[in-house]
């Protein structure tokens, strides 16, 4: 599945065009790195949380997923969402 996952993610971040995610709840896992993929993000902040809760389920996430989120919130956010499972 990581690998399936990995090569949409791939797709829409090479894709020609500027891509634009729509996100109208919850976006936990593999969901908060599918929008993180998007070029730009639409949310309201109250309606739905993003999280990647790999480290309570002691899930080990590959380099290019680790790699993407930091390029897309920063190096102190991604310490945070990837270490400390926040929100």
Same mark, same amino acid.
């Given at each position: 599945?990581?690998?399936?996952?990995?090569?949409?993610?791939? &797709?829409?971040?090479?894709?020609?065009?500027?891509?634009?995610?729509?996100?109208?709840?919850?976006?936990?896992?593999?969901?908060?790195?599918?929008?993180?993929?998007?070029?730009? &993000?639409?949310?309201?902040?109250?309606?739905?949380?993003?999280?990647?809760?790999?480290?309570?389920?002691?899930?080990?996430?590959?380099?290019?997923?680790?790699?993407?989120?930091?390029?897309?919130?920063?190096?102190?956010?991604? &310490?945070?969402?990837?270490?400390?499972?926040?929100?």
């Amino acid at each position: 599945m990581m690998s399936d996952l990995t090569k949409l993610l791939y &797709r829409i971040l090479v894709f020609p065009v500027p891509t634009i995610a729509c996100i109208n709840g919850h976006a936990f896992g593999g969901g908060m790195m599918f929008c993180m993929s998007f070029d730009y &993000r639409v949310m309201y902040e109250r309606k739905g949380w993003m999280c990647v809760p790999a480290v309570a389920l002691g899930v080990f996430l590959p380099d290019f997923l680790i790699g993407l989120l930091m390029k897309k919130v920063g190096h102190t956010t991604s &310490r945070d969402v990837l270490l400390q499972g926040k929100r």
